[in-house]
């Protein structure tokens, strides 16, 4: 995501903690107007998202999105099933490594690409508890190491 008019509206931070992302995919997201109003005010969240195919089709569950701040009685449901956009070749793609493989699909991002609203999904394996206690010790050694390359360059 290298474009310079493309505007991230929510990440799902969780999903790189609970989950091994193997490979990544973007989709466009079939929205009503006050939904992507409210996304423009970035009021999105990913926690206990996911993404299932059901007939041929993939469709991103439990992303809740806030009903619109200047919206009417027609204001959209915020956890309504929404339908994902990718092509036929990708999805088949990924019904054949979910089968077969145990994988899941989660919702990485939310973002605007120009002015399109489009979600990047990850092909991702669940962590075991282990994995996550190593990535948190990592993720502690490394910041142990720039605080001690910060100190040796002030003195």
């Given at each position: ?88 070749s ?8 979910i ?45 142990e ?11």
């Amino acid at each position: 995501m290298t474009s310079e008019s493309s505007k991230i509206v929510t990440i799902n931070r969780k999903a790189y903690h609970d989950y091994i992302i193997l490979e990544t995919y973007e989709a466009g997201i079939e929205l009503v107007g006050t939904e992507v109003k409210s996304l423009r005010e970035g009021k999105c969240n990913l926690k206990d998202s996911y993404a299932t195919i059901k007939d041929g089709e993939i469709f991103l569950l439990n992303v809740h999105i806030s009903p619109y701040s200047h919206g009417t009685a027609f204001n959209h449901e915020p956890t309504r099933t929404r339908k994902l956009l990718l092509h036929r070749s990708e999805i088949d793609k990924l019904t054949g490594k979910i089968k077969e493989r145990g994988l899941t699909l989660v919702p990485l991002k939310v973002y605007f690409k120009k002015g399109r609203a489009k979600v990047e999904l990850g092909l991702a394996k669940g962590k075991h508890t282990y994995d996550k206690r190593k990535d948190i010790a990592k993720r502690d050694t490394e910041r142990e190491l720039k605080r001690e390359m910060k100190q040796k360059v002030k003195y």
